[in-house]
């Protein structure tokens, strides 16, 4: 039925449209247009619908290599692509993906990037300056945060969900409350506390509140070298493959 | 000491033992002719044997480290962890509802595809996408971008009833993370980072939703209109130079995506081949071999396509 429209859709000349048999007495056939012939999609043979080495965690794209430092934890579902460095100390957890094609983004030293993340880079910054997205130390970028070509200095608590647009500064001992966003070229002043869509002025903190800043990022690195023990070095999927083989009576 | 001084050979106490060294050495002497012969003749079997030699030792540690790993898993008991293959599917059908992705589109292979999908030609799916259509159709056009970490899903009921297909055109720009719920967004959309559209939105042409608005359901969203807040609202028009720059960056993200999907299908021969090439390249120094006079090349694996590193500013 489907296929019997299109085809007359395209025989007929556009003046000379026949209404589809059904359609012309009912209300809604002049009120709705047509709806769009599917794409013709041309599928490859090659595609593999499963990849058992899944998703690489580091994928360099030409000379730009991610580059881990040795005693960073990254999660193993974390993408970083092209020009990432993960400093010392820091932390990338689950399902973030840091892609760094467009530019660079730096991840300083015992920092953390919390779940579901997505660090990346635009071209060009509004601001003019080099867009580079610098995470500094000490910061703590909290879960499901967006963050494009901004530059967070050190020692700041950016909340969850919170959206960072290009260009934007988050100077040091400032706190983001969660679900804010920051516009494009906005500068979140030294030592205070903004929230909201758009992100505005809350309050200014307290010198207490500064000094447990540098002190969550220092738990959360704790807690990553937990986690960090968990992993060996190498991969043993071998020994699973081998196993695998054994019981199904596959020789390679 | 008398008998080796009357030999003169050092190192020999009785006569017995100078003439056992003297064979020795004789032996010696004369292997080491005939093995200097069998150098030159057959040199590569000496070096065979060394070879051999080395190849066995590294065996031996091989055999040992796998030996302390099973130790090492034995003495970890209850708690250890035994590595699976992975399991994550990027493509999977539900059933009878197979997803289609055309050849040309970029599919991560960390993203999820799964049921009624249909992904046009040049569109990309990028890393941790989940597009479900499980209980209705998606279908992406062509040229499409589908940034990190999003969510493409189709409602099977809500609250007003109708069931919807996701529909989401050509050359539109979904930001990271964003969720598309039971949506028609029309050709050349921008969706922003962390936006929310929820069921029955309609995106119309040129339109733009900023970062992190969340759209209510059946908002009807103006053709050249920015919306955004939570929720969301009219803004601004959006100007010419923006909407041709929505294009723009559908164009330069589709060819973005092909740096992507060559360097994601390599296999591990190409990988390997690669750190190799870059390790090499890192040592290079543009300046010192101009000041050589040397011109070296960038060996060609390691280049990036001109129209990713300087995309065309509108």
């Given at each position: 039925m489907a296929t019997l429209a299109r085809i007359s859709r395209r025989i007929l000349p556009r003046t000379f449209s026949i209404p589809l048999p059904g359609r012309a007495f009912s209300a809604e056939a002049a009120a709705l247009p047509p709806p769009p012939p599917p794409p013709i999609i041309k599928e490859s043979a090659d595609r593999v619908k499963w990849d058992y080495r899944g998703q690489r965690k580091l994928i360099p794209l030409g000379q730009w290599a991610p580059k881990i430092a040795v005693d960073a934890y990254v999660a193993p579902n974390v993408v970083l692509a092209g020009q990432v460095v993960v400093y010392d100390g820091a932390s990338v957890w689950n399902g973030a993906v840091l892609r760094?094609?467009?530019?660079?983004?730096?991840?300083?030293?015992?920092?953390?990037?919390?779940?579901?993340?997505?660090?990346?880079?635009?071209?060009?910054?509004?601001?003019?300056?080099?867009?580079e997205t610098l995470i500094e130390r000490f910061v703590t970028v909290g879960a499901y945060s967006l963050l494009r070509s901004c530059t967070i200095e050190p020692e700041?608590?950016?909340?969850?969900?919170s959206i960072l647009m290009e260009g934007s500064l988050v100077e040091t001992h400032s706190i983001l409350e969660a679900g804010s966003v920051v516009p494009p070229g906005r500068r979140i002043p030294s030592g205070e506390l903004w929230a909201g869509n758009p992100a505005k002025f809350v309050r200014t903190l307290t010198h207490e509140e500064t000094l447990e800043i540098p002190k969550l990022a220092?738990?959360?690195?704790?807690?990553?070298?937990?986690?960090?023990s968990e992993f060996l070095p190498y991969s043993t999927v071998y020994l699973e493959v081998e196993k695998m083989k054994s019981s199904l009576g596959i020789s390679i | 000491m008398q008998s080796s001084q009357k030999q003169g050979i050092p190192g020999a106490r009785t006569r017995a033992e100078a003439g056992i060294l003297i064979k020795e050495r004789k032996e010696n002497r004369q292997g080491g002719v005939e093995k200097k012969k069998k150098k030159k003749k057959k040199k590569r079997k000496k070096m065979g044997t060394l070879g051999r030699a080395i190849y066995t030792v590294g065996f031996w540690v091989r055999e040992t480290g796998q030996a302390l790993d099973r130790l090492g898993s034995r003495l970890q008991g209850h708690y250890r962890f035994q590595e699976q293959l992975s399991r994550h599917r990027t493509l999977m059908n539900v059933f009878d509802k197979v997803p289609m992705v055309d050849r040309e589109a970029f599919v991560a292979p960390s993203a999820s595809i799964i049921g009624d999908v249909h992904v046009g030609r040049s569109s990309s799916i990028w890393y941790g996408c989940v597009l479900r259509g499980d209980v209705n159709s998606i279908s992406i056009g062509i040229g499409t971008n589908i940034q990190d970490n999003s969510l493409v899903h189709v409602a099977k009921s809500n609250l007003s009833g109708k069931v919807l297909p996701t529909l989401i055109g050509d050359n539109v720009t979904?930001?990271?993370?964003?969720?598309?719920?039971g949506c028609t967004v029309e050709d050349e959309t921008f969706v922003g980072m962390g936006a929310t559209l929820l069921d029955g939105v309609v995106l119309e042409k040129h339109a733009m939703v900023a970062a992190g608005a969340l759209v209510r359901q059946n908002t009807r969203i103006p053709s050249g209109e920015v919306w955004g807040g939570n929720p969301a609202k009219f803004l601004r028009k959006l100007t010419d130079d923006e909407i041709a720059f929505i294009s723009q960056s559908a164009i330069n993200y589709s060819n973005l995506a092909q740096a992507h999907a060559a360097e994601n299908a390599k296999d591990l021969d190409g990988v390997e081949f690669e750190k190799v090439l870059r390790k090499k390249f890192a040592k290079q120094d543009e300046e010192y071999d101009s000041m050589l006079g040397v011109v070296r090349d960038t060996p060609p694996e390691l280049t990036l396509p001109d129209d990713i590193k300087s995309p065309k500013a509108v």
């Open positions: 760094g094609d467009l530019n660079k983004i730096s991840v300083g030293f015992c920092s953390n990037v919390q779940e579901r993340c997505v660090v990346h880079a635009a071209w060009s910054s509004p601001t003019g300056l080099p867009a700041c608590i950016i909340g969850q969900h220092v738990a959360i690195n704790d807690l990553s070298k937990s986690y960090y | 979904v930001g990271h993370s964003a969720v598309l719920h």
